[in-house]
């Protein structure tokens, strides 16, 4: 019974150091993990926080563009009146509408 006793309390102090060596993978691998998490969320801050000065830079170049269309049409539209009333003095105009230019 004795030898039974010892062999029992072998195989515990074999579990027990199987469980602790699992215990310390299952510890570094969480480690492990929680860094990489770390790493990646950092990662994902610092990306935003430079991409979110190029939303900036797009509304601006698009602000730009559509004050250059708005621009183009007005100045389009002025000539338009002016041909309409005989005032343009761009002679190189080739509406039709342009009253000057009717024969």
Known sequence: MASHNQNMRSKAGE???HAQVKKDEIMNHASNA???AKDKTSEAAQSAQNSSNDPK???TNFL???G???KNI???AAEAVKNTLGMNTDNSSSNPSNPATKI
């Open 57 to 59: 830079e797009q509304t």
């Open 74 to 76: 007005a100045q389009g």
């Open 64 to 66: 730009q563009q559509t």
């Open 15 to 17: 579990a027990v150091g």
């Open 34 to 36: 929680a860094q990489a």
């Open 68 to 70: 250059v269309q708005v």
